[in-house]
């Protein structure tokens, strides 16, 4: 099984608003931080959004102001609540968890956005 899993992807008008959710399993210790990447079609994969086990964040520029990072009262999962959606934010969203120099992936889950 899957050490992380994603959920939350889908179609949605530009315009529009999704929230992702991702949980770790508790197989994975020492994380001290989780994050969202995305890979758009013929694209290299990018970081959207971190945030550090003290709560600290950071944002790709290209989506700060419309998506915002979050961690649960768990702290293995983390949530990224996208709003203004925008159809260059197409692409496929990547769960990760960093653990030193190592980091721990999810399958993607796909968001479109239709113009």
């Known amino acids: 099984q899957a050490q992380l899993v994603e959920s939350g992807g889908g179609l949605v008008q530009a315009g529009g608003s999704l929230r992702l959710s991702c949980a770790a399993s508790?197989?994975?210790?020492?994380?001290?931080?989780m994050g969202w990447h995305r890979q758009a079609p013929g694209k290299q994969r990018e970081l959207v959004a971190h945030?550090?086990?003290?709560?600290?964040?950071n944002y790709a520029d290209s989506v700060k102001g419309r998506f915002s990072i979050s961690r649960g009262n768990a702290k293995n999962t983390v949530y990224l609540q996208m709003s203004t959606l925008k159809p260059e934010d197409t692409a496929a969203y990547y769960c990760?968890?960093?653990?030193?120099?190592?980091?721990?992936w999810g399958n993607g889950t796909l968001v479109t956005v239709s113009s």
């Open positions: 990760a968890a960093y653990v030193g120099v190592m980091t721990y």
């Open positions: 945030i550090t086990s003290g709560g600290r964040t």
């Open positions: 508790r197989s994975i210790f020492s994380i001290n931080g």
